[in-house]
């Protein structure tokens, strides 16, 4: 089989080849070449790598996964597989090593990858609403006496890394707008993932923490609830190197749209990320969060500072 990417990076977790697809009456009106017409004639396909950062168990996330790398068999004249790790430097490094053609990756990597080394959003998937955003959420336990923002002065508050837009990035943009400065919290801490961020506030080792809405409603029926919801952001794009072949970028591209809101009851089987389709992505659609990025560089505590691309970074926060 041909290859786009030949190497594989050290800090890949696991990799899942698409499975062939029989060609059914659905694929009918498709160009012949865009369809796989026997399992051999897949290995003769070029082989396209989608990246993923993905903190859950490698299990499900190939599971949930597995359907779109299917799609894109059956809309495109490539072969794909996936490659997964839990760590969104790490997912910018693979695209810019070239050790994935495509990368699905949150605002800041995309913002950071466009910095370092010139990036395109594809298309970003649409949320259970059928909108292009995505929400940070504030939450707590369904007992707390926490009922907003200005209520976490004195209180602990877990984050995530700072490559995290809906658990670090938004979350200090919105502490900011409420006038809650980081040094009126009783305490502070970065953990890995949302997953790990939800755990520790159910558990009680925090009074609030920010996750993704996903990992808040996941956690609601356990005990969370939302203390407060953040203005929408534009969600996690499908990214491409800004040198990778325009047919490539375009046929992904295509095939990701084709994938709509109205299909969405169809794919209850896809990981919740990706099942309610995806509408078009473009540099424009992130520019107000690139500014964010600016604002809380310029606005930061003493503690930090920023770099040449505007991320600040000391010790993982902005």
């Known amino acids: 089989m041909m290859r786009y990417t030949e190497r594989l990076a050290p800090f890949v977790l696991a990799l899942v080849m698409a499975s062939a697809v029989a060609c059914n009456d659905s694929a009918k ?20 790598s989608i990246g993923f950062m993905h ?54 990597s995309y913002l950071e990858a466009d910095s370092e080394f010139g990036a395109i959003p594809l298309a970003r998937p649409l949320n259970r609403d059928g909108e292009p955003v995505s929400y940070s959420v504030f939450v707590t336990r369904q007992a707390s006496p926490l009922r907003s923002l200005g209520d976490l002065r004195r209180h602990s508050l877990a ?17 900011i707008r409420a006038g809650v400065r980081l040094e009126e919290l009783g305490s502070i801490e970065y953990l890995e993932n ?17 996750v993704d809405e996903l990992v808040a409603h996941w ?7 939302a203390l407060h ?16 072949p325009p047919r490539v970028s375009q046929a992904v591209r295509d095939a990701l749209l084709l994938l709509d809101f109205d299909g969405a009851k169809d794919r209850e089987h ?25 604002t809380s560089g310029k606005g930061c505590e003493r503690s930090c500072h920023v770099g040449k691309d505007g991320f600040s970074r000391v010790d993982g926060t902005f």
């Open 29 to 48: 009106g498709n160009d012949e070449a865009d369809r796989p017409q026997s399992v051999s004639s897949l290995t003769e396909r070029p082989l396209i």
């Open 55 to 108: 903190p859950v168990g490698l299990l499900i996330t190939t599971k949930y996964r597995q359907p779109l790398m299917d799609h894109l068999i059956l809309h495109t004249r490539y072969a794909f597989r996936a490659l997964f790790n839990t760590d969104s430097e790490k997912t910018v490094g693979m695209l810019e090593q070239r050790l994935a053609e495509v990368c699905h990756m949150g605002v800041v």
């Open 159 to 175: 984050l995530g890394s700072y490559h995290s837009t809906l658990s670090h990035l938004i979350p200090r943009h919105e502490l």
């Open 194 to 210: 949302d997953d790990a961020i939800a755990s520790a506030v159910l558990e009680g080792r925090f009074d609030a923490g920010a």
């Open 219 to 225: 956690y609601e029926e356990k005990g969370l609830r």
């Open 229 to 244: 919801v953040s203005a929408p952001v534009p969600s996690a794009p499908f990214v491409v190197r800004a040198d990778l």
């Open 270 to 294: 896809w990981d919740e990320d990706l099942r309610y389709g995806f509408a078009p992505a473009s540099a424009a659609d992130y520019e107000p969060i690139r500014k964010i990025i600016e």
